[in-house]
């Protein structure tokens, strides 16, 4: 129910003790309709005559209530004072004020030291400003708002969790701090959104590698000179195509010789000594150049389209992917243990449906995949695969059934280097017999796009999957004709089941519900 502002209240007492008390409020809001009983003035002031009984008032914060006494009053106690605070304005009128939410006694005395009233005030937020405002401003939403010990209290019903993030929000503003606000809103109807994400991915690359290998080697005798060139490209690494074109020319040729040397005569065996010596040389040139030409053009396209429902105001996750493993630490006995990592095409998202169908959407979408590229190799037989990650978190407000592009990338990498040997690659012609060139160039396009739906249940038979009519083909059928599931022809003619009507090819997407 809604608080209505103090107006007046007048009381009557018993045939013993008669007694008035006026209760007015002061200040804007008061008119002159009709009055309305005040809910915390209900009040019977007894005199000393007999006994004297606590009243209750509840008062609104910053507003202020008259109190007529039946007998002059030369004294008020207030136990505190920063809750509410009383004057006496005249001997028999005295005005009550709330000052903070809270509680606090007022006695009242009069000139004989005898008690003329007891109050205990209950000083609460105002709440008429707040309730008029939201029924203001939703009309549709049917909101009670009450105070308790400074706090406020919000119950009712609403049409979505929009309204009521907005309400909540609204009484706030109306309090010193947010947590002061009990939100006991109900909703009316959980709405259910379907998130649609479509991620789209094109990538080009192209590696031109062009160089001469060279290995010249020339001996003579003990003595060898080489020179060698090429087989290394500063951009791409290593050579990318295979050995290439090569050409060898000469060789070398090694020569091993022995010489014995023997002293002494025949008639003395003792003194006669045998030297051997032996020894090789090499003589020749030997040549080996290799053309090194190679050219790769690629192109990879990744398209990931995951689908996810959830209730308004709730979270919901999707994973289609795997889990692979991740050394995670090592005990004192050398066991390890190990962290399994997801990857794959992962999507969460939090719906909110605000007012007039739209919708609020705190997304987060992934596609990752293993690698090679960054990988870590723990052991010769443990490698730990790297991800390569396209990722995207965000939050939006759109319409349902509306698209709306959230993240995309342009990404253009050209990197191109020549190798050469100084002084020999300004030659003319024989210049680009000492220099290889290498070429890298990639491109990268991707695009993420979300389309949220209102969507309700429907019937089983209303919906379409991908193992509708799907038949495995027979042994014989996949043994001689090639087939892995059944082919079914549609008849044509008379016998067709519409024969007046060329057969449609089915075009709509499946799996999921299309407002």
């Known amino acids: 129910m809604r608080s209505q502002p103090p107006s007046l209240c007048a009381l ?30 209900g009040l019977t002031v007894h005199t000393q005559s007999a006994p004297v009984k606590t009243q209750v008032m509840n008062l609104p914060k910053g507003r202020s209530a008259v109190i007529d006494l ?14 509410a605070d009383a004057v006496l304005r005249t001997p028999r009128r005295i005005f009550v004020l709330g000052v903070a939410p809270g509680q606090s006694d007022a006695i009242f005395f009069d000139g004989m030291g005898r008690q003329i009233l007891n109050l205990s005030i209950r000083v609460d ?22 105070s308790a010990n400074g706090h406020i209290i919000l119950s009712g019903m609403t049409r979505n969790d929009g309204e009521a993030a907005q309400i909540g929000r609204l009484a706030a503003s109306f309090v010193e701090k947010p947590e002061n606000v009990l939100n006991l809103i109900s909703i009316a109807g959980k709405d259910q959104v379907m998130l649609k994400v479509r991620i789209v991915e094109v990538n080009r690359s192209m590696i031109k590698q062009l160089g001469l290998s060279t290995d010249i080697t020339y001996s003579y ?43 002494g005569t025949a008639t003395d065996p003792g003194g006669t000594t045998t030297t051997t010596n032996s020894g090789s040389a090499s003589y020749g040139t030997s040549n080996k150049t290799c053309l090194q030409a190679f050219e790769r053009v690629g192109l990879a396209r990744t398209l990931a389209e995951p689908n996810l429902t959830a209730v308004s105001g709730e979270s919901a996750k999707f994973l289609a992917g795997g889990e692979f493993p991740v050394p995670s630490g090592q005990d004192d006995q050398g066991r390890v243990s190990v962290e399994f990592k997801p990857f794959g095409v992962g999507l969460g998202f939090t719906p909110v449906v605000l007012s007039s169908g739209r919708i609020n959407l705190k997304i987060s979408t992934e596609v990752s995949e293993l690698t090679n590229v960054g990988a870590l190799q723990m052991t010769s037989t ?15 407000e759109m319409q349902s059934g509306s698209s709306l592009m959230i993240a995309g990338l342009l990404q253009s990498k050209y990197k191109q280097s020549i190798d050469s040997l100084p002084g020999l690659t300004t030659l003319p012609v024989l210049g680009a017999l000492f220099r290889s060139r290498d070429f890298l160039q990639d491109e990268t396009e991707m695009v993420v796009m979300v389309t949220p739906y209102i969507v ?13 009519n799907l038949q495995i083909a027979s042994d014989m059928n996949t043994v001689f004709m090639g087939n892995l599931n059944r082919v079914v022809k549609e008849k044509t003619g008379d016998t067709a089941s519409t024969p007046s009507s060329p057969p449609a090819p089915y075009a709509a997407p499946i799996g999921y519900v299309i407002e």
């Open 221 to 263: 005798g003990t003595q060898s000179y080489s020179y060698a060139s090429g087989g290394q490209f500063s951009t791409n690494g290593a050579f990318q195509g295979s050995k290439g074109a090569c050409y060898t020319q000469g060789g070398i040729a090694k020569f091993d010789g022995t010489n014995t040397t023997t002293t």
């Open 70 to 83: 039946p007998v002059d009053a030369a004294d008020v106690f207030v136990s505190n004072p920063v809750v």
């Open 12 to 41: 009557f007492a018993g045939a013993s003790g008669a007694a008035l008390l006026t209760v007015a409020a002061l200040g804007a809001g008061v008119t002159s309709a009709e009055p309305v009983p005040y809910s915390g003035a």
């Open 456 to 468: 309700d249940p429907a019937h089983p038979d209303a919906f379409q999957t991908p193992a509708d």
């Open 382 to 396: 443990l490698t730990i695969p790297g991800l390569t990650v396209r990722r995207a978190e965000t939050s939006v």
């Open 125 to 146: 937020a105002a709440t008429d400003e707040l309730s008029d405002t939201i029924h203001r401003l939703f009309p549709d939403s049917r909101i009670d708002v009450q």
